[in-house]
């Protein structure tokens, strides 16, 4: 059976931490920011986690399972 592949869209939105965690980036941050305070442009900077109920699809699309 040959090697599971990585998502490519994965790697390039996913980043996993030393304790596990897989960091990624807010959405709605790319264009039409004219009518977004700065306060929601500045917070949507951030990175966030991904929640446990996510957490295993993306490790089975970064192949960590």
């Not at 592949?5 to 030393?18: D, E, H, L």
């Not at 305070?37 to 399972?65: E, F, G, H, S, W």
Request: positive net charge; proline residues 3%.
């Amino acid at each position: 059976m040959p090697k599971m592949k990585t998502k490519s869209s994965a790697k390039k939105r996913f980043q996993v931490t030393g304790s596990g965690k897989i960091k990624r980036k807010h959405a709605f941050k790319s264009h039409i920011l004219t009518k977004k305070t700065k306060k929601q442009k500045r917070n949507l900077t951030k990175t966030a986690y991904v929640t446990k109920a996510d957490q295993p699809n993306v490790k089975i699309m970064l192949c960590m399972k």
